[in-house]
T-cell receptor
């Protein structure tokens, strides 16, 4: 199993600013992912964070809005850029190996005012 | 990966077995059934997975029908702490993206 730590756990941000969320895994993993969970909704996959190359984004999500870095096999960041109140959500990091169970962080609760 | 269908919500009395159904009629031969749950304000937690045989671990049992088109997650003695949203997900051996549906909101009542 993998233990995933996210920072910050929550934040309140002004509209128009950007927030970078960090995800640290306690062991090397092949796959890392970022999800968004809007209030009362299920999780929506934003992108796959690829080590050493550009992230792969799902439909409806773009790199300019959600730039992602993955410099090594244990760490990734997600930036929410030029925030608006509609970006208020929980953002979750996930990690695992291909074809196996995924492990999740506790999420970052973002409120944009 | 195949889609899944789950009831929106279910109730269960504390101490009784909670049986959560999932339909995955388009599942293919190399796809596993995974179950996760999400307790309020926490990240999703892996519970169990299986291919075609029934599986049991310390948390739950997974019963998969012979035709593999549906499955049931069983929490043998539900407690109040089992109140959560339960997600049934199908994932192939070569799959790498866990896609969540709406899940079943289980309420365990005293």
């Amino acid at each position: 199993s993998a233990v995933i730590s996210q920072k910050p756990s929550r934040d309140i941000c002004q509209r128009g600013t950007s927030l970078t969320i960090q995800c640290q895994v306690d062991s090397q993993v092949t796959m890392m992912f970022w999800y968004r969970q809007q209030p009362g909704q299920s999780l929506t996959l934003i992108a796959t964070a690829n080590q050493g190359s550009e992230a792969t984004y799902e439909s409806g999500f773009v790199i300019d809005k959600f730039p992602i870095s993955r410099p090594n096999l244990t760490f990734s960041t997600l930036t929410v850029s030029n925030m608006s109140p509609e970006d208020s959500s929980i953002y979750l990091c996930s990690a695992g190996e291909q074809g196996t169970e995924a492990f999740f962080g506790q999420g970052t609760r973002l409120t944009v005012v | 990966d195949a889609k899944t269908t789950q009831p929106t919500s279910m109730d269960c009395a504390e101490g009784r077995a909670a049986n959560l159904p999932c339909n995955h009629s388009t599942i293919s031969g190399n796809e596993y059934v995974y179950w996760y749950r999400q307790i309020h304000s926490q990240g999703p937690q892996y519970i169990i997975h299986g291919l075609k045989n029934n599986e049991t671990n310390e948390m739950a049992s997974l019963i998969i029908t012979e035709d593999r088109k549906s499955s049931t997650l069983i929490l043998p003695h539900a407690t109040l702490r089992d109140t959560a949203v339960y997600y049934c997900i199908v994932l192939g051996t070569g799959g790498f993206k866990t896609i969540f549906g709406a899940g079943t909101r289980l309420f365990v009542k005293a």
